[in-house]
């Protein structure tokens, strides 16, 4: 199998999943696996492992792994994530080491801890959509366009980013999402909803957007729905660092500090506030199913929960309920098949 075999199996392995992952989730995979690699080769250098063959990798490498993650001082989320992706590579190799391992002790490779990320509040929502209209010219078109439609709408940065012209349909107000998050396996896509709220400021965008392809001598069908000018005079599809840009401009004049990321989040939050169901907030924002949504996203506030409580109680309104405290009643226990001594 020649004098490097976890390089040489890697390779085709990268050969063979390459198609089911987006190419960024590939290279992200291939670079921890091979800094992996790396780390066995030393250990057996050092005689503190027995093998660096994917094929023969045992008990005594995995663990020693793992103690040297620790000793790095890496999070437990990055350790199970690591640790997965070796997990799937040995399996690809037809040794079920991690896979065994973990049937016989669960604690023996950590577990991801679920972190829910903040949403924003209303009022900073409200500061971050201000903030952008105050920027002049088309940068401010483009910034109020993708405050409003990534926190409206609650698409990903690249969902948006990457959007064709025909993609936006203002007659029946929806945006189709053509690169979603997975799309080369199993991504689908979606067409979304742009509420009321959002709308106006889609109007401008596409007025300011008309303006601009005029002004530049290039054509209102340009296919990227925001145009960028690159350096060669042609209109591209505006990058993550340019979005990333203007996000930091609006962070400045708003005094709110948020991700492209918290917008989505934002959104699923004050969607279900609203009262819209978790199925609906789920399927808008893309999920497989409403588990991702409540895990990582949104989940009911608990002044939701404490009214859904009442209702199912049979709740009075407040006023009434006030009412009825200071008459010293009380509908449940003094009706009259309730009163002491009756039988």
């Not at 609906?280 to 497989?288: E, I, L, N, W």
């Amino acid at each position: 199998m020649g004098r490097y075999p976890y390089l040489m199996l890697l390779a085709r392995y990268a050969k063979e999943t390459e198609g089911f992952y987006s190419p960024s989730t590939v290279a992200e995979t291939l670079r921890k696996l091979r800094r992996l690699g790396l780390d066995l080769r030393r250990l057996k250098n050092e005689k503190k492992v027995r093998t660096d063959d994917p094929t023969k990798i045992g008990v005594l490498e995995v663990t020693e792994l793992l103690r040297q993650m620790r000793e790095r001082g890496l999070s437990v989320n990055t350790v199970s994530k690591q640790m997965g992706q070796l997990k799937v590579f040995l399996e690809w190799c037809g040794n079920p080491v991690i896979a065994n391992l973990q049937e016989q002790n669960k604690q023996a490779i950590p577990m991801q801890r679920v972190r829910r990320l903040p949403s924003l509040s209303e009022n900073d929502f409200r500061k971050i959509m201000a903030s952008a209209g105050v920027i002049p010219g088309w940068r401010g078109r483009v910034a109020c366009f993708l405050m409003a439609v990534y926190g409206y709408c609650g698409l990903r940065m690249s969902e948006l980013r990457l959007a064709h012209l025909e993609d936006l349909d203002m007659q029946n107000w929806t945006i189709r999402v053509r690169h979603p998050k997975g799309e080369a396996s199993w991504g689908e896509k979606r067409v979304v909803y742009i509420p009321e709220p959002a709308r106006e400021h889609v109007v401008r965008f596409m007025t300011a957007r008309a303006v601009m392809l005029y002004e530049h001598g290039a054509r209102e069908d340009v296919v990227p729905l925001i145009p960028s000018i690159s350096p060669r005079g042609r209109m591209d599809f505006y990058t993550a660092q340019g979005i990333g840009t203007l996000k930091r401009q609006v962070e400045r004049l708003s005094g709110v500090k948020f991700d492209i990321r918290s917008l989505r989040r934002t959104y699923g939050q004050l969607l279900l506030d609203r009262g819209a169901t978790i199925d609906a907030v789920s399927k808008s924002m893309g999920h497989s199913s409403t588990k991702t949504t409540e895990t990582y996203y949104c989940r009911k506030s608990d002044a939701m929960v404490r009214e859904e409580i009442d209702r199912a109680w049979g709740s009075v309104n407040p006023s009434e309920k006030a009412r009825k405290i200071n008459s010293g009643k009380n509908d449940l226990i003094e009706t009259e098949k309730y009163l002491s001594g009756y039988a």
